[in-house]
């Protein structure tokens, strides 16, 4: 099986950085496409941002320029760093993976567990 582990949430004053690790472990053969989604209290789920195996990433509006996706391939880890966060950045993040396993020709999207994010002073 497989599991996506996250870390690095709490509280943080407005203008704070926080930085979020999301690591990958099981049977797993090879992991594609990584990203980050967040759910607000009240509201749906949205795209952070997500980063392929090349390295190709994309960004959701509200966060481009303040936060940075990365990952590191070896690790099966995929990283945010959130700079300049705001109020309106509380949330729960989820990481996601697409992942093919072992003993499997498919890809199937993983989901970590969450981790609390807030911005209040």
């Known amino acids: 099986q497989v599991q996506l582990v996250e870390s690095g949430g709490g509280l943080v004053q407005p203008g704070g950085s926080l930085r979020l690790s999301c690591a990958a472990s099981g049977s797993i053969i090879r992991v594609n496409a990584m990203g980050w989604y967040r759910q607000a209290p009240g509201k749906e789920r949205e795209l952070v941002a997500t980063?392929?195996?090349?390295?190709?990433?994309t960004y959701a509006q509200s966060v481009k320029g303040r936060f940075t996706i990365s990952r590191d391939n070896a690790k099966n880890t995929v990283y945010l760093q959130m700079n300049s966060l705001k109020p309106e950045d509380t949330a729960v993040y989820y990481c996601n993976a697409d992942i093919i396993v072992l003993y499997s020709a498919h890809e199937y999207a993983y989901w970590g567990q969450g981790t609390q994010v807030t911005v209040s002073s």
């Open positions: 980063i392929t195996s090349g390295g190709r990433t």
